[in-house]
């Protein structure tokens, strides 16, 4: 069904990767139609960058993490700060489900106090809002 877009104008690539979406933009061939004098945008997105979006996914798949931790273990993958922000930027992940998710992979492996897995969940890159909401997912 047509929405009125041009070709260039959607999103082309769209990674589903175990329940999470990924958006990467890349422009298509070129090809417009009619009179439509704008240019054609161009994929300015580095092999670097779209290969720390992969680990990203790939990360994300197996554990979860926070936003600033996922950017440090791509760093510590080697990315450069630039790709691993870009990765976690342009991966779409319900930052507050992780927080939740990995609320509950540490109460399924350790006790805590409900403040205590709060603050655990702050070290790891959660923000207060994220913890709270974390450890009130797992029923605490």
């Known amino acids: 069904k047509s929405v009125g877009l041009k070709k260039w104008q959607i999103i082309n690539v769209l990674y ?5 979406y990924c958006v990467t933009i890349s422009p298509s061939n070129g090809d417009t139609q009619g009179n439509d004098s704008q240019s054609t945008p161009q994929d300015t997105t580095t092999l670097g960058q779209k ?3 992969q680990k990203a996914h790939e990360y994300l798949s197996v554990m979860s993490f926070s936003q600033s931790g996922l950017i440090k ?3 510590y993958e080697g990315f450069s700060n630039e790709e691993a922000t870009y990765a976690v930027n342009n991966c779409i992940v319900d930052w507050n489900e992780q927080a939740a998710k990995k609320a509950k992979e540490y109460i399924d492996t350790m006790s805590f106090s409900r403040d205590g897995l709060i603050d655990q969940l702050k070290y790891e890159g959660f923000s207060q809002e994220q913890a709270e909401y974390g450890v009130s997912a ?3």
């Open 73 to 75: 273990q791509l760093e």
């Open 51 to 53: 290969n720390a979006l």
């Open 138 to 140: 797992i029923g605490y």
């Open 16 to 20: 589903y990767y175990d329940g999470r």
